[in-house]
């Protein structure tokens, strides 16, 4: 295992004393060791919070800025963070007006975050959630309910960041949050697994000249496992999965972010890029705004995801406003 | 070979056409295929280009951008872009107050710049350079010629960028990117090697369990192969290496870079750079701002790369200014 570390035990608490001294500008550490909070929040506005395992850089911490998320919860490599660490989260970033929080259908978060809501209105804050559930693959349209959420999370969180920064109320911060994420739809195909640490071998296979198509990022098993193909059939797959499924449809402005999931070449991520919005134009659906780069990542994975997202005036307006945070900055 | 293409042969097109359409608020392409200009670049000022190879991004266009680089002339993979193309990319640059050219010290870089130059003389642009050789390993001290430009080439541009951007004249744009260079030394580790996607198989080789000290970004050999160490090891080796040989000393205050080489899980840099931290503290060297992430890459190489770079006032000025490119973005 080629990897650059010390005791695996110690990774998440070693990266993260990294991540706060690198990113003094933008983060500060909490009394809870597993919080990271954004540094000079604007007083009086609702919380944004969010949380998950570790080894998915820059999620989540790396989406705590200034118009982002206020707080996030760390787990343990793709572990949920606890219950306590949910809790701490919400309470370091509430001022009274409540707070969302915005995190991934996974059943370890799932069960936390009901866990520190119940804690939090007993503390006396109110914290309301959306779940991302953008991931087609990982269940039937029917039952979106099971899906999980993958790389449109990064998406909910700007989305939501921007609303509470402009004065949304909880509500208001929950409804545009909620709206990102209906709005949206993502499909990952991967092409290598990863390696936890602690294991030191990788945890699911697939093997070399194949592709695994609706891939989670735990390496929870896709819908389809394929002969590997060329750039141009990997985003044709890729927009035949996500643009029926909401479904995107001509004269729509969208959204597009194309995700690594960490050690494909960043070369590569553009030219999937450069097909598929070829195939979107083709649709008649407008590309607004464009993402490329490792923005939801999965260790040392090689593949990547494609996430798009409907827009309307409001979402449009939060998805270009201005962001900073070590994983998304944008003028 | 579990890689995102088509046609090997079109692939640095292919991402081109990707990169300018996802970044058209930064970028835009020019009549040479190969070059890439900034968007709305400020009229009057002295113009900043760079170039090389492919596959080590965000070098070299994503660079190009807002106080940093004004134009980048594009390489095959791991190929120094033809003199045509530098040519072309101090054209784009030129307000008739003169170019910077800032690139690494690689023999193909080094002749087409060279030729590239002359042709921009005759055509009645002023065109100077300054030639980045940061990387330690690389040749003895008494030797720095020889050295080759690798992740303190990203410091040169946000500083020669950033003095542009400030309306500094031609030789001021120069002094001031050739003090940042002089002033910075970087080692690499590699841990895995890279393919290079026409060639299919890696064109080096990392044993499994050892690690190349001093290795540079073609898998040009290192100083040592050991066997692999822990981060906190591999942290010292690399302060080691380079704090000795500029040297940096008690009292100083710098700018650290620690990129990975592509594929190494972002978590593992931070890991490193609290070590990183850690060490130079102890030294009584003072960390003004740290860039952690994959700034200067090899396609899917695992490893990474330490640069320090000593700070006077004027530095610390410019490394302070905002910048807006797709690689570094700061406020």
Chains 1, 2 share one sequence.
Not at 53 to 76: L, R, T
Not at 92 to 97: F, L, M, N, R, T
Request: proline residues 4%.
């Amino acid at each position: 295992m080629q990897r650059i570390m010390n005791n695996p035990d110690n990774i998440v608490d070693e990266m993260l004393k990294g991540f706060l001294k690198a990113h003094s500008d933008i983060v500060e550490s909490t009394e809870n060791g597993r919080v990271v909070k954004a540094k000079d929040i604007p007083e009086g506005k609702v919380g944004v919070v969010t949380g998950g395992g570790s080894g998915h850089k820059p999620a989540f911490v790396g989406y705590v800025g200034k118009n982002m998320c206020d707080a996030a919860a760390v787990g343990e490599i793709c572990s949920s963070p606890t219950a306590a660490a949910f809790l701490d989260a919400c309470k370091v970033a509430d001022q009274g007006k409540g707070v969302a929080c915005l995190y991934g259908n996974y059943s370890g978060d799932n069960m936390n975050v009901k866990m520190a809501v119940k804690m939090a209105k007993k503390a006396g804050i109110t914290v309301k959630t959306v779940v991302a559930n953008d991931d087609v693959a990982s269940a039937p349209k029917d039952q979106r309910e099971k899906r999980r959420g993958v790389a449109g999370e990064v998406l909910m969180w700007k989305v939501g960041g921007a609303k509470a920064a402009k004065g949304g109320d909880l509500d208001e911060v929950i409804a545009a949050a909620q709206k990102a994420i209906d709005n949206t739809r993502s499909v990952g195909i991967g092409l290598t697994p990863c390696t936890l640490p602690a294991v030191g071998h990788p945890n699911f296979e697939i093997k070399e000249g194949t592709m695994e198509v609706g891939i989670g990022h735990h390496g929870e098993p896709g819908i389809e496992v394929c002969p590997l193909e060329s750039a141009n059939e990997m985003a044709k797959r890729m927009v035949d999965v996500v643009v029926p499924d909401y479904p995107f449809v001509e004269g729509d402005e969208v959204v597009v972010l194309v995700s690594g999931l960490g050690a494909t070449p960043v070369m590569e991520l553009y030219v999937l890029y450069d097909e598929i919005d070829r195939l979107l134009t083709e649709k008649g659906i407008k590309t607004h705004k464009a993402y490329v780069g490792n923005y939801f990542t999965s260790l040392e994975m090689m593949g990547a995801t494609l996430t798009v997202m409907k827009l309307d005036d409001e979402l449009k307006e939060l998805i270009d406003m201005p962001a900073y945070s070590m994983g998304l900055k944008q003028d």
